[in-house]
Structure formats: C-alpha cells, structure tokens
C-alpha cells in the first residue's frame, strides 16, 4: 500500500485525470466496532474506507495490514475486499462504488490501496463531506452493522453522494499525487501536451484499432518524431503501451464482468480471440480463463507497490 504525505504542485495533467474519474455511488455504510471485533466484506467496484474515530487494522490482499487511525482514508480502485480489525473501538464509513468497465483505464494502473495519513488535518472540508454521506443513500440492501444506511433515504441522495463521492477520491488521488506516488505510466504526459493527447485518446479507446500513424495524427506530429518523443516520455513505445493498457483493462473485465473471453477480445480490438489469449499470457503468465478463476478465488495477488 501507499502511504501520501503531500508536497508537489498539481498539474494539468492531472486535471485530465481526476476529470475523467467520476464515480456512481453503490452505497455507504458507517459502522462502529469494538476492540477486537472483526469486518469483512468483499466489494465488486471501487471504495474508500474514512475512519472517524478509533484504531484499527486494515488487511489488503497482496500487502502488509495497516494500522489505521482516526482522521485517515483509504482508497480502493478497484473490486477489493474491505477487511477490519478493530485494534480499539473504532468508527468508520464503508463506501463502494459502482465498477465501469472499460471507464476508468487509468485506475487500472494504480496500487491495490492507497492510504492517506492525516487526511482530515490536510482537508477539513472534505471529512464534512464524508460525515454527510453517512445519511448514506446505498442501492444494495445489505445494512452496516449497527449503523450501516439510512432507512429513509432522501431524493436526490444518489446523485448528490456520488458527486461527494468524486470530490472526495479526487482531493486523495491529488495527494498521492503530489507524493510522488504515482507508478510509472501514470501522468508522465505532464510537460508533453502532444502526447497527453495521444495518451488521452488510447486510454478512452483501448478498443480501437489503433496504429503508430494513427496515435501521431491524433498528437499532430510526424510518425518518426511521435515515436521517438513517446519513448523517450513513457519508457516504452506506442504500440507496447497500448497492449499494456488493453492487458490491464482486460483483468478488470474479466474479473468485474461476466464477459466472455471472447467478448472481452473483441471489445479490445482483438481479431481472435487466441490472439488475445497469447498476448494476455505473455503479459500477466495466466490464460485469461485461468486468470479469472484464480483471481475471482483471491489466488492471484497484486504486486506490492512502492512509496
């Protein structure tokens, strides 16, 4: 997991990014614990967790537990399993959102959690805003225990959360950001407009049957000087890039989606599907079919990311 601690200026870039994230809220379920006293629960789509007051342990497949505190938030951008331990009695929100296959490429390339030490000193604005979702408007049925959503909802609350929702996972990505957090292959278009928009395109559409000449086009730029500047900017070429992000795509779909693998090849613009299948092993060592099997088992762990 990522611990943030906020330093660096923000940048267009970013802007780009934290714009094209926008989340559908599922539901958000405060809950309050005591010492010693276990939660679990497993999550299809993204989520935070904001601990309001208490101590307790985080567990995240594929990392070492955390020990969290009052005033700080953990972000998940992808399906993952909420799992407590109160350490003390504790008080936290619970919140998921809806998964959007295809939507959110750049979430793909994040860690598994990112943690925000100190949130609530660093945005006091934005706890408030969390402390309202417990009013907690949530379409699954499944209540918190003892506090989880409100029985009465009121009109409006689903979209009025999922955008406090946005604001909130935006505000953390924008510290870990500034940590200098990011893996590579995120935001490294920051000085480089001509190819944040190639990069910005490929990411919309990792589906579309794209080619060198195409991707310089769509960065004004000749072929051989967009190839050379692509490298040079993001560490590998075009073409290697974009079957990185139909890979990584490709894990979410399968995971999240009751796709076929075979729809899952087309919609990423795979002629065949053994096409697909090769290219998949080669980048992640698992058949697409097996990968789903033991990923949906919890099997398969993320690679721990660095600080």
Known sequence: MTTLTPHAPTSDAL?????????????????????????????????????FSGVARLAVRGAP???????ELVFFPRAHSTSVLATG?????DVVFEAAPFAHAAAETLPA?????????????????????????GRDSESGRRGGSSAHPRAGDAVICSRIATTIVSTALRAWNEAGCAPA????????????????????????????????RVARMSRSAFALRFQEAVGETPIGYLTRVRMETAKGLLLRSELTIG????GLGYESQAGFSRAFQRHSGWTPGR??????????QEPRASS
């Open 185 to 216: 292959g995120w935001l490294r278009d920051v000085a480089e407009p001509r190819i944040a928009a190639a990069l910005e395109a490929l990411h919309q559409e990792p589906g579309h049957p794209w080619t060198l000449d195409d991707l310089a």
């Open 113 to 137: 959690a990112l943690v925000v030490r100190d949130f609530a000193r660093q945005e006091p604005s934005m706890v408030a805003l969390i402390d309202g979702m417990a009013c907690a408007w």
């Open 89 to 93: 009695d504790v008080e936290f929100i």
């Open 263 to 266: 729809a899952v090849a087309s």
């Open 15 to 51: 802007d780009r990014a934290l714009a094209s994230l926008e989340w559908t809220l599922v539901g958000s379920h405060r809950h309050q614990l005591t010492s010693g006293e276990p939660f679990a629960r497993r999550h299809d789509g993204p989520g935070f967790v904001y601990v």
């Open 291 to 300: 990968w789903r099997v033991e990923a949906r088992s919890g099997a398969v």
């Open 65 to 71: 537990s955390e020990d969290l505190s009052a005033g």
